[in-house]
């Protein structure tokens, strides 16, 4: 009886035991930042660097990192769509996500959770405007049950009216409690509209509630043969296993998946912004919240590590720019934070200001914008710098320390750049950083007339009261 057969005929015993090691990752990150500023060799080695990557006949392509270092081994699907690939329907990348675990030819709904959770396994999924990511984190011996229960779901899922039905009011019901209730989220929703006049990326990723309530199973069906084909997925997998026994299973389980000779991606590009964008959207809040944001590169660009030196610069802890002046200095806000955000077509770089009960918007608007002038006029200094080159390569590091984030750094990085970049490659890149590297992007990003303004604010009756 193969795995498949056994978890359906009883209940899994062994209570998956995952042992992080996130503060030594942590220690060793500020161990290897040190030793990199001092121009010494890393003290590492980049578990990376032993990825083996294996193509099957039908395009399927697997990732494989053995790392005997924790009991736990993390397999992940990443599918090459998200909703920037929407052209018609708003919202089906993720809708889809969610009829993924609502059963298939052989098993009932939500069986594919259930069983793995039985067995102590972590798993869960998501979708964003680039990928849509499937994983769990099991024991060795797991693994097995876990790629005949994905090819399960990818050769055999269940679309139809009664699946649909059930996962249509679950994901509407999400997109009611974290954007249309929610300040924060509908604040968000509301900037990425504005900011991106044509591209995909202005569509929230859970969709509009139109969309939501008409799209149907012939829509969810072609969106299924159309993107989730063998030559379309990536496989990821780190930790505890046997490599060759595992691509044995795979080939077996999912090298009859089919193929597509077309899998459609949506075209549409961003035309130049020509001058400020403002907005005002109402909402029942105690107080108001700025949102700023500057159209940036797209992942890869070289201006990506002095787009990472310059959020941190302004954002990073307490000592930072905007923190110091609008919530210590002033103070004007609860919170104050910038970031640059890396998208596969396009990127972001965009802030928030929390503001205090009281406090005009106008004011704490022309404090943000004060902080953004200073760097784009004058370079940081050299402390500012490395305080924050030394942020960013710990933060790189520091979040490598478990099978699930090694896992999932390979399949970004895979359908990112086509390869995974190794981590010397970055903390090179970091390091090369200059002071007028900051001042640069800072002047050509974040200009007054690229800029899109919004305010959160109390309905009008509300303002004042």
């Known amino acids: 009886m193969n795995q498949l057969g056994q978890a359906l005929g009883k209940t899994g015993r062994l209570a998956l035991w995952i042992a992080t090691s996130l503060w030594l990752a942590a220690f060793m990150g500020g161990f290897v930042a040190s030793a990199a500023l001092a121009g010494e060799p890393p003290a590492f080695e980049d578990p990376a660097a032993r990825t083996r990557t294996t193509v099957l006949p039908n395009g399927l392509t697997v990732l494989t990192l053995e790392d005997p270092s924790t009991p736990v081994v993390s397999f992940q699907i990443w599918v090459d769509v998200g909703s920037g690939d929407e052209a018609r329907w708003t919202g089906l990348a993720h809708l889809f996500e969610h009829m993924m675990f609502r059963g298939?030819?052989?098993?009932?709904?939500?069986?594919?959770?259930?069983?793995?959770?039985?067995?102590?396994?972590?798993?869960?999924?998501?979708?964003?405007?680039?990928?849509?990511?499937?994983?769990?984190?099991?024991?060795?011996?797991?693994?097995?049950?876990?790629?005949?229960?994905?090819?399960?779901?990818?050769?055999?899922?269940?679309i139809s009216e009664d699946s649909l039905a059930s996962e249509r009011e679950v994901v509407i019901e999400e997109r009611r409690f974290r954007t249309e209730s929610n300040p924060e989220g509908k604040l968000f929703e509301q900037l990425m509209a504005l900011v991106f006049q044509a591209h995909p990326y202005r569509v929230p990723t859970i969709g509009w509630k139109s969309d939501l309530e008409k799209m149907g199973v012939a829509e969810c069906r072609a969106f299924f043969d159309d993107y989730y084909a063998a030559n379309n997925l990536v496989i990821a997998i780190a930790g505890d296993f046997d490599t060759d026994e595992t691509l044995a299973l795979i080939e077996k389980h999912l090298g009859p998946l089919r193929t597509s000779s077309d899998i459609p991606r949506n075209p549409t590009e961003e035309p130049e912004q020509r001058g400020e964008r403002r907005?005002?959207?109402?909402?029942?809040?105690?107080?108001?919240?700025?949102?700023?944001?500057?159209?940036?590169?797209?992942?890869?660009?070289?201006?990506?590590?002095?787009?990472?030196?310059?959020s941190t610069i302004l954002s990073s802890g307490r000592t930072s720019r905007l923190y110091k002046r609008l919530v210590h200095d002033e103070p004007l806000a609860l919170g104050a934070s910038a970031s640059y955000w890396e998208l596969e077509r396009a990127g972001l770089v965009y802030g928030f200001v929390s503001l205090r009960p009281g406090v005009a918007i106008e004011r704490a608007e022309e404090v943000f914008l004060e902080e953004i002038e200073a760097l784009r006029v004058a370079p940081p200094s050299a402390a500012e710098l490395e305080k924050a080159q030394r942020a960013l390569e710990v933060a790189l590091i520091g979040g490598l320390g478990t099978s699930h984030a090694l896992a999932s750094r390979l399949g970004?990085?895979?359908?990112?750049?086509?390869?995974?970049?190794?981590?010397?490659?970055?903390?090179?890149?970091?390091?090369?950083?200059?002071?007028?590297?900051v001042q640069r992007v800072a002047e050509a990003y974040l200009r007054p007339d690229k800029r899109t303004v919004l305010h959160l604010m109390p309905p009008p009756s509300e303002e004042g009261s």
């Open 104 to 158: 298939s030819e052989h098993l009932p709904p939500e069986a594919h959770q259930t069983i793995l959770e039985k067995r102590g396994a972590r798993l869960n999924a998501f979708t964003s405007r680039d990928v849509t990511v499937y994983f769990a984190d099991v024991t060795r011996e797991n693994l097995p049950l876990v790629v005949e229960l994905e090819a399960e779901r990818l050769r055999f899922l269940d």
């Open 279 to 310: 907005a005002v959207v109402h909402f029942d809040v105690r107080a108001p919240t700025l949102a700023v944001a500057w159209h940036a590169p797209p992942s890869g660009h070289p201006d990506a590590e002095p787009l990472d030196v310059m």
């Open 412 to 437: 970004r990085e895979w359908l990112s750049f086509g390869r995974v970049r190794p981590l010397q490659e970055r903390l090179d890149a970091i390091q090369r950083v200059t002071a007028e590297d």
